[in-house]
């Protein structure tokens, strides 16, 4: 499909092709670990086994592709999985990759507990302080790793003034695009090399799926990427890659629900007398606006705030929501709320990104945004 085409056009088609032999306007689920060969290497489609590839995966990473503009996408069986197939393909020992100082527990965890003991280091830098990444680079520097928006103080890098920094630097610039996802920001465009997600947040969308994504525009990393998926093995299963491909239809409509919900939620915070800072990306003195602004469609439904009580407080706001429902994960169409410093960042406890403990993260789903209100109104108390 033409890359001319819009966004939301793109999210339904790209990929989807009708089935062949039916018609039927949705792939099929192709749940099936092996393929009859045509004679000795008489592959059918290039398909041998499905972990090498498999049809609904193909769709689903043509699609990726697609909403991301680059030249391929590669679908895996989660977001860290995704990170870990990335890495090893980037690196060898003795690498070096600045990451920042405000990154999913996860991600940080895979650097300092996995990374760390096959000989890969890194720095740790404020990445929206283009001269703090800078600094942080080593004549090793392979890689500079960014979220943005952050997860999970909402902090906002410009991808494009960093970009020039790697390439200065000879480095790769990783960009992690799980809370924006492709309808509201696109970092190959502003000069990214390679785009990180986990499938199982805005992309999915619907809180039924784990999975990850990378998506690239050199073909020779893809094919370095592939190489690696295919030899490492955690690749997204069929009916995983059926139904994020399913979820990314409605990207777009969901993105916007989510952005207005949000900036509703965000009003309201900033006028709490129990809360002390309201982080989002959409308030005009959130100190990384003016770049959002510019590099991005609209702000997305994630809200982080401190609650002035302090730590218990916090805790407390999170135990009485009712429609705010307490979990991790993010990204799905019902609103969740956590305490990151106990539950998705408790492995950055005592480093450079443990995070404040008295912090909030929402993921502001596409409920009735006054229902919305009134929940966070009561749970603050």
């Not at 920042?100 to 940080?108: E, H, K, L, S, V």
Request: hydrophobic share 40%; with cysteine; net charge negative.
């Amino acid at each position: 499909m033409s890359d001319q085409h819009s966004f939301e056009t793109l999210a339904i088609h790209a990929g989807n092709t009708a089935d062949p032999l039916t018609g039927a306007v949705v792939p099929p689920i192709y749940q099936v670990s092996t393929y009859k060969q045509d004679g000795v290497g008489g592959l059918r489609g290039g398909y041998e086994y499905s972990r090498s590839a498999n049809p609904t995966r193909t769709a689903l990473e043509e699609n990726l592709a697609a909403l991301e503009g680059g030249r391929r996408g590669l679908a895996f069986a989660s977001g860290l999985a995704a990170e870990d197939c990335l890495l090893r393909t980037l690196l060898t020992p003795g690498d070096h990759v600045v990451i920042p100082n405000d990154a999913y527990g996860g991600t940080f965890r895979l650097f300092a507990k996995v990374a760390s003991r096959w000989g890969v280091e890194f720095s740790v830098a404020d990445t929206s302080d283009v001269a703090a990444v800078r600094a942080a680079l080593t004549p090793r520097t392979k890689a500079i790793w960014v979220e943005t928006p952050s997860n999970p103080l909402l902090g906002i890098t410009d991808i494009a003034a960093v970009a020039q920094v790697a390439r200065q630097a000879g480095a790769r610039l990783v960009v992690d695009n799980t809370f924006a996802s492709p309808y509201l920001q696109q970092p190959l465009a502003l000069s990214a090399d390679v785009v990180v997600h986990s499938t199982t947040k805005y992309m999915g969308g619907h809180s039924d799926v784990v999975g990850g994504a990378l998506v690239v525009s050199d073909p020779e990393l893809a094919e370095e990427l592939a190489y690696h998926q295919n030899a490492m093995g955690a690749v997204a299963g069929p009916f995983d890659a059926w139904l994020v491909l399913r979820g990314i239809k409605t990207l777009a409509v969901r993105m916007d629900r989510h952005t207005e919900n949000a900036t509703k939620v965000a009003d309201l915070l900033t006028r709490h007398p129990k809360v002390s800072q309201v982080l989002y990306p959409g308030l005009p003195e959130h100190p990384g606006h003016e770049v959002a602004a510019k590099q991005m469609k609209a702000f997305g439904g994630m809200v982080s705030f401190r609650v002035a009580g302090g730590e218990e407080a916090a805790v407390e706001v999170c135990n009485r929501a009712k429609l705010f429902t307490l979990g991790e994960s993010l990204g799905g169409v019902e609103s969740l709320l956590e305490h990151p410093g106990r539950m998705t960042h408790a492995s950055a406890a005592g480093s450079p990104l443990e995070v404040p403990a008295d912090l909030v993260r929402l993921s502001v789903g596409i409920e009735n945004g006054d229902d919305l209100i009134a929940d966070l109104t009561q749970a603050l108390g």
